[in-house]
């Protein structure tokens, strides 16, 4: 089975920061990794597919990156409602469509 | 608009059977994939299992295959999460997901989830 790992597991940051999250793939998964933020209480939102496709509606200052086993996560500039819990989830190895352990993003 | 409405909280025994459900609306049911996704509390998303209602070709994460079971009734658009005995470990947060398309890499609308409690 495919193993996705995090890191880092939890982060602190401040309103403008650029912070970048980083998964990574035991094996290969070409570009089938998506991203989801995940807030309190609150179903999983999906942001990214294909592992650099914008969902509609996400805004800009998401984006991803990566092919292969190094994946990122990057946001521009946070902003309040940017803090939260993300995951990345391979669609390569069907139907074993495992998630990473989640990053924490908490305010500093 | 596109939603996945599930089920409501339930509050078990262990042992007892429960079957909770996921119900689309606002598109084709049948030629979407819908995932089941557990989360217990505090942790992390855990992938169980998926379904296609149009055949209802169901795969299992070997985690989880054996202990529950994913079904359809694609007359209704709802999916379905099924144990036979539930044990304490099984309270969590499940939701159900629809894949984004017939071989796409994600997930794109989720339900609220529904939250089951085993406990004696």
């Known amino acids: 089975a495919i193993q996705l790992t995090q890191s880092p597991s939890s982060l602190s940051a401040s309103v403008g920061d650029r912070v970048t999250i980083t998964c990574r793939a035991s094996q290969g998964i070409s570009s089938a990794l998506a991203w989801y933020q995940q807030k309190p209480g609150k179903a999983p939102k999906l942001l990214i597919y294909d592992a650099s496709s914008l969902e509609s509606g996400v805004p800009s200052r998401f984006s991803g990156s990566g092919s292969g086993t190094d994946f990122t996560l990057t946001i521009s500039s946070l902003q309040p409602e940017d803090f939260a819990t993300y995951y990345c989830q391979q669609f390569n190895s069907y139907p074993m469509y495992s998630f990473g352990q989640g990053t924490k993003l908490e305010i500093k | 608009e596109v939603q996945l409405v599930q089920s409501g909280a339930e509050v078990k025994k262990p042992g007892e059977s429960l079957k909770i459900s996921c119900k689309g609306s606002g598109y084709s049911f049948t030629s979407y994939w819908i995932g089941w996704v557990r989360q217990m509390p505090g942790k992390g998303l855990e992938w169980m299992g998926i379904i296609y209602p149009g055949d209802s070709d169901t795969r299992y994460s070997p985690s989880f295959q054996g202990q529950v079971t994913i079904s359809a009734d694609k007359s209704i658009s709802t999916a379905y999460l099924q144990w036979s005995s539930l044990k304490a470990s099984d309270t969590a947060m499940y939701y159900c997901?629809?894949?984004?398309?017939?071989?796409?890499?994600?997930?794109?609308?989720w339900g609220q989830g529904t939250m089951v409690t085993v406990s004696s």
């Open positions: 997901a629809r894949r984004i398309t017939i071989f796409g890499t994600a997930f794109d609308i």
